[in-house]
């Protein structure tokens, strides 16, 4: 039953609907026939309350009721189109980019290969645009000029005239295929705080001069430099020194304790240098990085690298050092990981046997006996048994030289340098202020 009821009920309102739709169609007066439309009961002194429009043709019920809810012909005319504003004038180009586009223009003119199409953005007024270079505003007159070139990777030439710029402070041509001798021209550009020319081929010696340069950052590594490390190179006030992977030979200068407030990382690492580590290297208070490994030094490791407070890396593996391990060293307050592997050490004390279980002291390929993975007897035998050929101006004084030159057995220039340093560490403590560092070394 109700099933019954909602059906009637819902077709009895679409009858009601279309009833009521066709009386007030008709109350209006219009009727729809054959082709005809006519007005009945049209009353001149009453507006219409709707329009309509009928034309010549049949007009169907929806269409007369799209009339009446405003639809059909007298529907509103299309919005106007937005017109487009058109674009601000630019900017005038500042004379320093001018000046800064000539010079990159012309030397685009002397590349004579491209083969990463690297200067195909260096077209237009618009310096800031192109490859390679980045811009900022001039701190005298705030106007933009270039601020820095970054050519890495793109096998490009030096460009002479950058090193005239009076505030450029950066330098990037690493990774590209520059060779001959160490370009003298970037010695110019005296308001560098960052070099690098890593990755190329570079040869030669490197002028003491660049360490004259007032650079937080020096990478020079991965090059064919072959030459002594400059005896200034503790001159530098750089934060982050890099020589690593060329061919450099001799000592590491004694002058590098002179960087004890600056230096914070410096990797020697894959080099050829010789001869002892110097004492100096304890000044280095600020160094949280010192990575020596894959050279040729020998001798002990100096007691004053118990004083580099802040140390978290060293790194002296793959060396031909030997004595003792330094406890103090391994009591280092920082340290996280010290890497003596494939050296000639013999002794090892109770703070750096704990270092090595928790894994942070690797001393594998030494002559330590009671340690697993050491070198043979017959190997560590032969190193102790040969007269050292190290060079003793590095390492000692020369009233401290043995009488018989530079014919010393290591275990006699063990002894020497023991005795050298425990004076030069009084010297340090009186000289530097290290006062609690060398009191806990002594005592």
Request: with cysteine; glycine share 6%.
């Amino acid at each position: 039953m109700k099933m019954g009821t909602m059906s009637i009920s819902f077709c009895a309102s679409i009858l009601l609907s279309t009833i009521f739709l066709h009386l007030c169609l008709q109350h209006k007066g219009v009727v729809v026939a054959n082709g005809h439309g006519q007005d009945h009961d049209h009353d001149h002194d009453h507006d219409h309350d709707y329009p309509v429009v009928v034309k010549n043709n049949t007009r169907t019920n929806r269409e007369v009721l799209e009339i009446i809810i405003g639809g059909g012909n007298n529907s509103p005319p299309p919005s106007p189109k937005i017109q487009k504003c058109p674009p601000p004038p630019r900017a005038p180009v500042s004379p320093r980019l001018l000046s800064a586009l000539k010079v990159i223009q012309n030397f685009r003119q002397r590349i004579t290969c491209d083969p990463t199409r690297y200067t195909d953005t260096w077209k237009g007024n618009d310096v800031c645009s192109y490859k390679g270079f980045t811009c900022g505003n001039h701190p005298q007159d705030n106007q933009r000029a270039v601020a820095g070139v970054n050519f890495n990777g793109a096998q490009l030439a030096v460009p002479v005239d950058i090193t005239k710029l009076q505030f450029f402070y950066e330098l990037d041509l690493s990774n590209n295929n520059l060779n001959g001798d160490f370009p003298l021209q970037v010695l110019g550009a005296t308001k560098l705080t960052f070099l690098d020319l890593r990755f190329n081929k570079f040869c030669g010696s490197v002028p003491p001069l660049l360490f004259t340069l007032d650079v937080d950052v020096l990478f020079i590594n991965n090059n064919n430099l072959e030459t002594t490390l400059p005896n200034n190179l503790g001159s530098t006030p750089a934060l982050y020194l890099t020589f690593a992977n060329n061919k450099f030979y001799g000592p590491i200068p004694r002058s590098i304790g002179q960087a004890s407030k600056t230096l914070r990382e410096v990797l020697f690492l894959n080099n050829q240098l010789s001869g002892c580590l110097p004492y100096e290297i304890g000044y280095l208070g600020s160094a949280t990085l010192f990575d020596a490994s894959r050279n040729q030094l020998t001798g002990p490791i100096p007691h004053s690298f118990a004083c580099l407070a802040k140390i978290q890396l060293l790194n002296l593996e793959s060396n031909q050092l030997y004595g003792s391990i330094p406890e103090l060293v391994c009591k280092l307050p920082n340290l996280e990981r010290l890497s003596l592997a494939n050296n000639y050490f013999t002794q090892i004390g109770p703070e750096c046997k704990t270092l090595v279980d928790r894994k942070r002291l690797d001393v594998k390929m030494n002559c330590i006996s009671d340690l697993p993975n050491q070198k043979s007897k017959a190997e560590c035998a032969e190193f102790f048994k040969s007269p050292s050929t190290v060079p003793i101006s590095p390492c000692l004084p020369t009233f401290l030289a043995p009488t018989n030159g530079f014919q010393v057995t290591k275990k006699h220039l063990f002894q020497l340098l023991r005795r050298y340093h425990m004076k030069l560490f009084h010297q340090m403590a009186c000289e530097f202020s290290f006062d609690r560092c060398f009191t806990t070394i002594f005592h």
